[in-house]
């Protein structure tokens, strides 16, 4: 089985439980296809580069699971049809190196929670 990493990027105009859905259903997904989830991350509500269907902030979900390339495409053709993702994006992660050459969370904090603090 590959490492792989996927980042998907939710509508900021859901709410909570509709997110935790949306997460839930994809963890499903990786455990259909006998996949392993290795670690989940939720880095928050963060302002988009630029607007993808017409919205301007996000919720992003960061998850490392290891599979099959099957299972990655399955799980791809389900980030296309749920309306919920607005933008995803998965890559193979290198044996040698998995987590290492990874780049962090950013360091900047999500929208939600520096508008609280200014």
């Known amino acids: 089985m590959r490492k792989y990493e996927t980042i998907f990027i939710l509508d900021p105009d859901l709410e909570e439980g509709a997110a935790q859905s949306a997460t839930e259903k994809i963890k499903g997904i990786i455990a259909q296809g006998n996949g392993e989830i290795l670690k989940i991350e939720d880095w928050g509500k963060r302002k988009l580069a630029y607007e993808v269907k017409k919205k301007s902030k996000g919720q992003y979900i960061l998850i490392h699971f290891s599979g099959t390339p099957a299972l990655l495409s399955e799980l791809e ?42």
Do not use: C, H, Y
Not at 87 to 110: H, N, T
């Open 77 to 118: 053709r389900n980030f296309r049809v749920m309306d919920a993702v607005i933008k995803f994006q998965s890559v193979r992660l290198d044996e040698r190196g998995a987590f290492a050459s990874v780049a962090p969370a950013p360091d900047d904090q999500p929208e939600e929670e520096s508008e609280e603090t200014a």
